[in-house]
């Protein structure tokens, strides 16, 4: 991962272990006691990056959120994407961006960002979207939904052999994502997943976001 975190390896060496990566709630309603929560959450473990995924606001509403969360964000060693929408991720200074498949070409999301930042892309249930991405010059691919989730209306349901195959066939960085939970993210590491995208299974655990944070280190790093 680019300047504000590494998405390689949680812990300083090259053996590979599935991270935790954080997604934004779709909105934010207190944005000072929201970065008090992820202040605390990223206090709490190992954490990959943090994607601000803000839907149906003002692009001033994303620049004041991004420039209020990012430095929180980079203070823990974490990078900061800015989902959909790399203009906004090259005004501000971001680490990279996050595409879905109608939010541009990774080519260009590449000539805007350059080659120091990050692009991820979702592929949903499908090689072939990874493929592509991967050949466009992607930093990563994602894979879900998985479990069921009320995050955002789901369409694709890939089989978590999916994560195997990509493993197997590229060292590119898979994501899993979709109703990711602590019970449940050890199947999908153990399958091949690189990263566990959860957004509700932190930001709405009834415990706090740093206990969340806490619940799905431990699972990860258990045998």
């Not at 509403?61 to 900061?80: D, K, N, S």
């Not at 996050?98 to 991820?120: F, M, N, P, T, Y």
């Not at 499908?126 to 050949?135: C, D, I, P, R, T």
């Not at 590119?172 to 602590?182: K, R």
Request: aromatic share 6%; with cysteine.
């Amino acid at each position: 991962m680019a300047a504000g975190g590494d998405m390689e390896d949680g812990n300083g060496g090259t053996e590979q272990r599935c991270r935790l990566y954080l997604i934004t709630p779709a909105r934010i309603d207190d944005l000072d006691a929201f970065a008090r929560d992820l202040d605390s959450a990223l206090a709490a473990g190992d954490v990959a990056c943090l994607q601000l995924r803000l839907k149906d606001v003002g692009d001033d509403v994303i620049r004041t959120a991004a420039r209020r969360l990012m430095p929180v964000a980079h203070a823990h060693g974490v990078a900061f994407l800015i989902n959909d929408r790399a203009d906004l991720a090259v005004e501000l200074d971001a680490d990279g961006v996050h595409l879905g498949q109608g939010d541009g070409s990774v080519a260009e999301a590449r000539s805007l960002l350059g080659h120091g930042k990050d692009i991820g892309v979702t592929c949903h249930d499908s090689l072939h979207l990874a493929y592509e991405a991967g050949e466009g010059g992607a930093d990563y691919v994602a894979f879900g939904a998985f479990f069921p989730t009320q995050t955002k209306e789901t369409q694709h349901t890939p089989d978590a052999d999916i994560l195997t195959v990509w493993d197997e066939v590229t060292e590119l960085p898979s994501v899993a994502i979709g109703g990711i939970t602590p019970e449940n993210c050890k199947t999908l590491a153990a399958a091949g997943a690189h990263f566990v995208a959860v957004s509700g299974a932190v930001w709405s655990d009834p415990r706090g976001p740093a206990m969340a944070v806490k619940a799905f280190n431990a699972a990860l790093a258990a045998d």
